[in-house]
């Protein structure tokens, strides 16, 4: 993508984000047209419920795509990255204060993935599956390429790695605290 159609492109997002994020938009007659904008917009699924300052977002040019399942929730303040691109399946919910970064800079020339030298830029491509919740305020770090189906991530978590399907994880660095039967669907009225 040549970088005057990326601007062109971001300008148009920016102004859907800046005007449908707006609280006025959570009243129950407007909120349906701020769902149906990002969904157009962002090729999200049918079913997704979007509040209020949900940012989303790509940076330096990339061709990152971002593809939503059905019954996405993005609760308010969420800041979701799609730089090297972002698949979420069905039924995933994304609590409030959640950062999602699928790009960063390996300034100290630690990676091997790093595919722009000028910028020191490495990509991820994270796909988060089926009946993912992820708690309040926390952040899925670039490098992570997989949260499992059924899985759970706590509030206030750093995921630094793969989550594994089937299981609970919390902390700095996130860790596995439990595994949940195969099968258990998650309650999303918890958020």
Known sequence: MDNKQYKKEQNKRRCILTIYSSRWFSFPWSYKLR??????????????????????????????????????????????????????????????????????HDFFGLRDDVIVKEKNLFLTKLIIHDNVTIGTRSIIMPGVKEIGENSVVSAGSVVTSMVPANVVVAGNPAKVITKLPKGLKILKSSL
């Open 35 to 104: 769902n149906k904008m990002y969904s157009k917009h962002f090729h999200f699924n049918s079913g997704a419920y979007i509040e209020e300052n949900v940012w989303i977002r790509r940076t330096h040019s990339s061709n990152g795509t971002i593809q939503a399942g059905k019954n996405l929730v993005l609760t308010r303040n969420s800041d979701i990255d799609y730089t090297g691109s972002l698949e979420i399946g069905d039924n995933v919910a994304i609590a409030e204060g959640v950062k999602i970064l699928t790009h960063g």
